[in-house]
T-cell receptor, first 109, second 114 residues
């Protein structure tokens, strides 16, 4: 099964870009990479996903390396409301998500 | 568009009691998931439905947990009897399909077993 590795925690200054890395070295060629975040006491919130190309939406950008073994989620201008646990997910068969323990991002004023 | 609804939001029970959680997915979503999230860990999939059929329940402790989605819309997850280690947040999610589809999560039900 494809799994992911993320740093346990990171800090980021408010207004600066937050770059959250993820390793997924066993990813298969047709498996998407998804990013979710979970703010305290809430359900996980979808952020972005991608297959091979870099992706951008109103929330974030996703940079996937050419070999697809790692990716980086970029929050361009972090705010205090971005403090959350961020999960990098590679979908297993049948659309099953493996969450891991994620990265706890703290945005510092 | 309304999101995934769950109830109750909080539940406190004593061990050996039974409890049930309810989930209403996003309208039109064929696939429904139940996850268990223990404090400090990521969510773990318990069971996945497509319409009213079970796709995967390999992680569901079937001696005490059961789930159903009789009409292919709402779903209930039941624990009987509850153990202390069942204290967790139970999350429901839904997606429109079953392959590489974005899952949308409800707010969860926080269960405390005393």
């Amino acid at each position: 099964d494809a799994k992911t590795t993320q740093p346990t925690s990171m800090d980021c200054a408010e207004g600066r870009a937050a770059n959250l890395p993820c390793n997924h070295s066993t990813i298969s060629g047709n498996e998407y990479v998804y990013w979710y975040r979970q703010i305290h006491s809430q359900g996980p919130q979808y952020i972005i996903h991608g297959l091979k190309n870099n992706e951008t939406n109103e929330m974030a950008s996703l940079i996937i390396t050419e070999d697809r073994k790692s990716s980086t989620l970029i929050l361009p201008h972090a705010t205090l409301r971005d403090t959350a646990v961020y999960y990098c997910i590679v979908i297993l068969t049948g659309n099953q998500f493996y969450f891991g323990t994620g990265t706890s991002l703290t945005v510092i004023p | 568009e309304a999101g995934v609804a769950q109830s109750p939001r909080y539940k406190i029970i004593e061990k050996r009691q039974s409890v049930a959680f309810w989930c209403n997915p996003i309208s039109g979503h064929a696939t429904l998931y139940w996850y268990q999230q223990i404090l400090g860990q990521g969510p773990k999939l318990l069971i996945q439905f497509q319409n009213n059929g079970v796709v995967d329940d390999s992680q569901l402790p079937k001696d005490r947990f059961s789930a159903e989605r009789l009409k292919g819309v709402d779903s209930t997850l039941k624990i009987q009897p509850a153990k202390l280690e069942d204290s967790a947040v139970y999350l429901c999610a839904s997606s429109s399909g079953v392959t590489q589809e974005t899952q949308y999560f409800g707010p969860g039900t926080r269960l405390l077993v005393l």
